[in-house]
């Protein structure tokens, strides 16, 4: 018994922690009045100010973390703005802007652009249809590009382009998991050098070709399993040690520990009727 913790321990990698900077939109104007995900109903009523309470939750635990939070004003009449991680795509000082599939959302593109704009980023007008940081995710020096329900695929390479890193493409099968942040978490935002970046995924969101991608980028992969992907468990933000999570996905939160790191769970269930969990509600910003 002594001696199987004694090696678990040793097993145990040392996490690097790593400061954040995020943006984050309050959700003064969220609703659901629109369907554009299989969790949308928007017949079902939904209550603004408990969604407000579980984002400041969100927001004051960053804080606690000591990332450093910037806020862009949220507009009446675009509920979905709150979920900022599809506001674009930030690298190396260039803001790539999102350009939405649905008409619905398509006004924040140039909101979230304005706010890059005023706050000293390069910003790149995307030609694609993309939603942002959705559907691009930086593991390591790679970007992991969803695409199949929002991001189209020719957007891939304009972000290939842009900011001259591998983009690799993963077809998302399942339109309750249509962005791929909802199906993918990164846990090591910024790995030492050396040290391999490590994700965690649901299998069953992808097609075979995206799959076996994955099986042989990432053999030490968390999976998850359907249960805490359906609360939205992998839509989550990590620092490399500190990862926030929606705090019911219990099983997730049981695995991270095992890894090494340290799960906090938030509880966002009112954003989850907009189809959107701890991730989509931030959007991270790299100088
Ligand atoms: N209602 C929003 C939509 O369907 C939710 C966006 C969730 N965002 C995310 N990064 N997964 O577009």
């Not at 002594?2 to 040793?10: G, M, P, Y």
């Not at 942002?132 to 972000?159: K, N, P, Q, W, Y």
Request: charged fraction near 25%; proline fraction near 6%; hydrophobic fraction near 35%.
């Amino acid at each position: 018994m002594t001696e199987t913790l004694a090696r678990n321990r040793a097993e145990t990698p040392e996490r690097t922690v790593s400061k954040r900077s995020v943006l984050m939109c309050r959700p003064d104007y969220f609703t659901v009045s629109y369907q554009i995900n299989p969790w949308m109903h928007p017949e079902n009523p939904t209550d603004t100010s408990l969604a407000v309470t579980q984002w400041n939750e969100l927001y004051r635990t960053y804080l606690e973390l000591g990332f450093d939070v910037q806020l862009v004003d949220p507009i009446d009449g675009l509920p979905d703005m709150v979920y900022a991680a599809n506001g674009g795509f930030v690298l190396d000082n260039i803001a790539y802007g999102a350009n939405f599939t649905y008409p619905e959302r398509q006004p924040e593109g140039p909101a979230y652009m304005d706010w890059f704009r005023a706050n000293g980023y390069d910003v790149r007008v995307p030609k694609e249809v993309n939603e942002g940081e959705g559907d691009f995710l930086l593991v390591g020096d790679t970007i992991l590009a969803g695409t199949g329900f929002r991001t189209d695929r020719a957007s891939h390479r304009e972000v290939a382009e842009i900011f001259g890193r591998d983009v690799i493409s993963l077809e998302l099968v399942n339109p309750s998991f249509y962005h791929v942040d909802t199906a993918i978490a990164v846990l090591d935002p910024a790995p030492a050098p050396g040290e391999a970046a490590n994700i965690a995924y649901l299998p069953s969101a992808f097609n075979d070709a995206g799959l076996s991608v994955l099986r042989e980028r990432y053999p030490d992969a968390i999976i998850v399993t359907e249960e805490d992907a359906s609360v939205l468990g992998l839509n989550s933000y990590s620092d490399g040690y500190n990862v926030v999570i929606a705090s019911r996905a219990k099983d997730f939160e049981r695995q991270l520990r095992e890894h090494g790191y340290n799960p906090i769970g938030v509880d966002l269930s009112e954003l989850l009727l907009g189809g959107g969990g701890v991730k989509c509600c931030t959007l991270e910003l790299r100088r």
